[in-house]
T-cell receptor, first 116, second 116 residues
Framework: DTGVSQDPRHKITKRGQNVTFRCDPISEHNRLYWYRQTLGQGPEFLTYFQNEAQLEKSRLLSDRFSAERPKGSFSTLEIQRTEQGDSAMYLC??????????????FGPGTRLTVT | AQSVTQLDSHVSVSEGTPVLLRCNYSSSYSPSLFWYVQHPNKGLQLLLKYTSAATLVKGINGFEAEFKKSETSFHLTKPSAHMSDAAEYFCVVSDTPNFGNEKLTFGTGTRLTIIP
């Protein structure tokens, strides 16, 4: 399977703990995006990378959240001191960039986080 | 600022009858518009996209959508519903200049139920 993969698929953690999620984009896609989806809502943009550079962050991304893409391939999203309000599905997507035109984003299956 | 409004949170149709899922958008620029589908426990899949070419856009699985600038609408239709169409559908807008799609803004979704 050459699609976007995410690990883990499910994570249950206690309030106050740190968690880290991983996303592997489609090979050679140079743009990578993170979204968060809460129950009954559409996904909300968190941040995106072009290669290893983080180009934009949403104000939803509080200082407890950090994302990295150190070598321009896979990415990690870490949440420190988790809160119950962090419970959501975290989605990763990737796309390719040709010239100034981005192409459609391909989504992974998501990581469902439950904070107890 | 960009936004989308999906006018129905839930639509039920009988198998073999037409499907209409309604979407209105707001955008500061000439928008790119998309419809994504989300089946349970599966990733978001792109159905179709509008990026300033033909106003009637054909997508996968027999779906199509028409961009109407005067009405700021981008409704999704299908002539004949199939049981496999049951899913959550998201209308999505990106108003990044040059018709890129770096930051997608999702609607709240429409759950489509197919009645046998």
């Amino acid at each position: 399977d050459t699609g976007v993969s995410q690990d883990p698929r499910h994570k249950i953690t206690k309030r106050g703990q740190n968690v880290t999620f991983r996303c592997d984009p489609i090979s050679e896609h140079n743009r990578l995006y993170w979204y968060r989806q809460t129950l009954g809502q559409g996904p909300e943009f968190l941040t995106y990378f072009q290669n290893e550079a983080q180009l934009e962050k949403s104000r939803l991304l509080s200082d407890r959240f950090s994302a990295e893409r150190p070598k321009g391939s896979f990415s990690t999203l870490e949440i420190q001191r988790t809160e119950q309000g962090d419970s959501a599905m975290y989605l990763c997507a990737s796309s390719s960039l040709a010239g100034f035109q981005s192409y459609e984003q391909y989504f992974g299956p998501g990581t469902r986080l439950t904070v107890t | 600022a960009q936004s989308v409004t999906q006018l129905d949170s839930h639509v039920s149709v009988s198998e073999g009858t037409p499907v209409l899922l309604r979407c209105n958008y707001s955008s500061s620029y000439s928008p790119s518009l998309f419809w994504y589908v989300q089946h349970p426990n599966k990733g978001l899949q792109l159905l179709l996209k509008y990026t300033s070419a033909a106003t009637l856009v054909k997508g996968i699985n027999g779906f199509e959508a028409e961009f109407k600038k005067s009405e700021t609408s981008f409704h999704l239709t299908k002539p004949s519903a199939h049981m496999s169409d049951a899913a959550e559908y998201f209308c999505v807008v990106s108003d990044t200049p040059n018709f890129g799609n770096e930051k997608l803004t999702f609607g709240t979704g429409t759950r489509l139920t197919i009645i046998p």
